[in-house]
């Protein structure tokens, strides 16, 4: 019986969305831009990486033929082959979002059919009633933030402040989400764990999509960091996914990164997390292995998006490209008669863009399976034809959304 693997490379766009102007993103092409900077060696750091974005073996699964049907153009890929060995394509998102949880629901089957609450990029961010009922409900003697940021740079500013008083950090993007930053050890890992959950529930009505919880170590602004610990707190997804439609029939799902936390723990399966991009292909790897027959296997590899696309770091973009890249024939080694891996995205976050949050973008679409030849799956309407596809392929029910390609 046939498996399904559902790789998602957090954020990594392919522009060309065709409704981008709506999203203030008209122009936006993450792996473009990145190939482009690249390209003119405007993306070199010494120790680190230069030259033509490397990507040899995306490219022979179609990752340039997919960004050429998103956009129009080709970009520079060092080992771009002649011919793809892939299927290759691209798809746009219906939900109103650009967000993972609207992603990453739409990719599995269930498009968000309502729009997602946001906060406005003043200061105060917050609703006063919402921000008293945090500090009430969770016993705290203030907050801090309240407002529009970037993580890192938050924890820079308020870190120190959020010591000495003991309130937590909260603050908020252009995403409809809510981030809490708190110290790991000085606040406590589940004292922030326990704050989220107040703050998931309190935020319910406004539809937000994640409340983030996001720990940090360290004791003055120049050695915070943030941890591995992170966890989000989603809404449930409107409709049933492909993850239920597997989970009624018996399958085995295993669910890698933080695919557990952004579908609420809806049989999600056995759920393996690690710190970072390497640590989750490792840890990825042998979950190929166990698998059985008609499993499915979802996994979310985050750090294009948290380490460098809402920093803004082209090169350090890239090079994360590059590193994951020279991984993949590590999971195609492993791959049966009858197995089928998708590569695909649950966004952009263009690194050359303005701003620091996500960007309105296609998503590139590489399928392989030792059974099937290359073949250019077009521009899909929807995320959802995703989970149509791997449902098909897995001799899963269909549902409601989307069509799939086989």
């Known amino acids: 019986m046939a498996r399904a693997f559902l790789i998602v490379m957090d954020s990594v766009g392919c522009g060309g969305a065709p409704d981008a102007r709506l999203y203030g993103d008209e122009g936006a092409n993450t792996l473009g831009h990145i190939a482009a900077h690249c390209a003119a060696g405007q993306a070199d750091r010494a120790g680190l990486r230069s030259g033509p974005l490397t990507l040899p073996h995306l490219a022979r699964l179609g990752l340039a033929e997919a960004c050429a049907l998103a956009t129009g153009l080709r970009p520079v890929i060092a080992g771009d082959p002649n011919a793809t060995q892939g299927l290759y394509g691209a798809a746009s998102e219906i939900s109103k979002g650009k967000d993972t949880v609207s992603g990453h629901w739409e990719m599995a089957g269930a498009p968000a059919d309502f729009t997602f609450g946001y906060f406005p990029n003043t200061v105060p961010s917050f609703p006063a009633s919402i921000t008293e009922a945090i500090i009430r409900e969770g016993g705290?003697?203030?907050?801090?933030?309240?407002c529009h940021a970037s993580g890192t740079s938050i924890i820079e500013s308020l870190g120190e402040a959020h010591l000495q008083t003991g309130k937590p950090i909260i603050y908020t993007s252009a995403d409809s989400v809510i981030q809490i930053a708190a110290h790991e050890e000085r606040f406590g890992l589940e004292a922030l764990y326990d704050?989220?959950?107040?703050?998931?529930?309190?935020?319910?009505?406004?539809?937000?999509?994640?409340?983030?919880?996001?720990?940090?170590?360290?004791?003055t602004a120049q050695d915070f960091t943030r941890t591995g610990n992170r966890k989000d707190f989603a809404i449930p997804p409107p409709h049933n996914t492909i993850l239920d439609r597997a989970a009624d029939a018996k399958r085995a799902i295993t669910s890698i990164g933080k695919i557990g936390d952004i579908f609420t723990h809806r049989n999600t399966g056995r759920e393996v997390k690690a710190n970072g991009n390497q640590a989750l292909f490792d840890a990825m790897l042998p979950e190929i292995d166990a698998l059985p027959e008609g499993g499915l296997l979802f996994a979310n590899?985050?750090?294009?998006d948290s380490e460098f696309g809402h920093r803004r770091d082209v090169a350090g973009y890239a090079a994360c490209l590059e590193a994951f890249d020279r991984r993949v024939p590590e999971l195609l080694a492993k791959l049966k008669a009858d197995d089928l891996v998708l590569f695909t995205a649950d966004h952009g976050n263009d690194p050359t863009w303005t701003g620091t949050d996500h960007t309105r973008e296609r998503v590139p679409l590489m399928?392989?399976?030792?059974?099937?030849?290359?073949r250019s799956l077009g521009i899909r309407s929807t995320y959802a034809d995703i989970g149509e596809s791997l449902a098909d392929w897995l001799g899963l029910p269909a549902g409601a959304n989307g069509k799939s390609w086989f």
């Open 140 to 146: 705290l003697p203030g907050i801090l933030g309240d």
């Open 301 to 304: 590899f985050v750090d294009f």
């Open 195 to 219: 704050l989220c959950r107040i703050t998931r529930r309190l935020v319910d009505p406004l539809k937000i999509g994640r409340v983030i919880a996001r720990p940090f170590i360290g004791k």
């Open 367 to 374: 399928g392989y399976s030792p059974r099937l030849p290359a």
